[in-house]
């Protein structure tokens, strides 16, 4: 009984430290990256991504290199980068998954940290739409009901910020399509993962790779080249110290968040990281020195119940369909 309390308050002791871990990790990624993408004089988005890209790409080709000389201690599962059908099977995603990334650090680069949320807030509509369109999976009216008040918390958000004489326009568009590339690659991921044993490790291998080469024209068409000739910091060790940080930080969290899952479980993730989201919310505001009306407050709690309400809702609609039909008595 002893031994059993004792196993029960170290599965609770790991459980706290993964998910305390992945909230001061993942706020910390976050405000390093609005520090890289409008805190330094480098207007160069897609190169700051491209970098972030390249290092978890590194890091995980460190890890297969561990693997194949103390694979007892370290594992990780032989992959092949340039075979023509993993290219054909996973190009697609690393596409949307670089449209995500970029999207992503635009929005970020043009809106305040404190209402990035709320113009990210879409991605669970977009998933409504696109599973319905792609996976032909229906959705649940509990669930779009759901939908509705994260569309009206994000139209409202919108409006206070334009009210406040702060919204960004690009940036609130930039927010939009990132929450549907996120979207698009969450399908996409769905659809190929059986195709590479499941393992969520080599795909993102793949895609940081692959993002990497593909991020390159997006710096030339971009006309990053030029600023990055002209930046006076670029051989500044703080500078290439803070972006190695900044894609570190990006790596912790994928594996922070696989941790999480594992842990715990995919409905915890979703709800933890809507509560990590709203202190998120809170500390930009404290530490950005920001005055927000109460109804702007008001739409980001709209955003962040609601989406906490689908992702219950959603694990209840699955709990559901996987229980037995009951037998009857003739």
């Known amino acids: 009984m002893v031994i059993q309390q004792e196993s029960l308050f170290q599965k609770y002791i790991t459980i706290f430290l993964v998910v305390s871990s992945y ?26 991504a491209c970098y972030q890209t390249l290092v978890t790409a590194f890091i995980c080709l460190v890890k297969q290199l561990l693997n194949k000389q103390w694979p007892t ?46 113009g990210r807030s879409l991605t669970t509509m ?23 008040f994260i569309i009206f918390g994000f139209y409202l958000g919108v409006d206070q910020e334009k009210l406040a004489g702060s919204l960004s326009v690009s940036g609130t568009i930039f927010g939009v399509l990132a929450s549907l590339s996120l979207s698009l690659f969450s399908i996409l991921t769905k659809k190929v993962l059986p195709k590479l044993n499941s393992d969520v490790w080599v795909l993102s291998y793949y895609n940081n790779i692959y993002a990497t080469i593909l991020f390159l024209p997006l710096i030339i ?4 080249l030029k600023t990055i000739y002209n930046f006076g910091g670029i051989w500044d060790i703080n500078f290439w110290f ?9 790596f912790s969290v994928g594996f922070l968040t696989s941790l999480q899952i594992k842990y715990t479980s995919a409905l915890t993730h979703n709800i933890s990281g809507t509560a990590k989201a709203c202190a998120q919310t809170v500390l930009a505001t404290y530490w950005y020195h920001e005055i927000k ?6 739409s980001n709690i709209i955003v962040l119940v609601s989406s906490a309400t689908y992702a219950r809702i959603k694990q209840l609609d699955m709990e559901a369909r996987q229980v037995l039909p009951s037998y009857q008595k003739v």
Not at 96 to 106: D, G, R, S
Not at 221 to 224: A, K, V
Not at 293 to 298: A, G, K, N, P, V
Request: charged content about 10%; some cysteine; hydrophobic content about 50%.
């Open 293 to 298: 009306s109460f109804l702007w407050w008001t």
């Open 126 to 148: 977009f998933n409504v739409i696109l599973t319905y369109l792609i996976l032909k999976e229906k959705t649940s009216l509990r669930c779009l009901v759901c939908c509705s």
């Open 242 to 250: 803070s972006m190695t940080v900044g894609g570190v930080c990006g």
């Open 221 to 224: 068409l971009n006309g990053e």
């Open 73 to 118: 201690k370290v594992s990780f599962p032989e992959t092949n980068v340039w075979n023509a059908h993993t290219i054909k099977t996973v190009l697609p995603v690393s596409f949307v998954f670089t449209m995500m990334i970029a999207t992503n650090n635009l929005c970020l680069q043009h809106v305040s940290l404190a209402f990035y949320y709320v």
């Open 23 to 48: 909230w001061v990790v993942s706020i910390f990624t976050v405000f390093v990256n609005k520090a890289l993408l409008s805190g330094i004089k480098l207007d160069a988005p897609m190169f700051i």
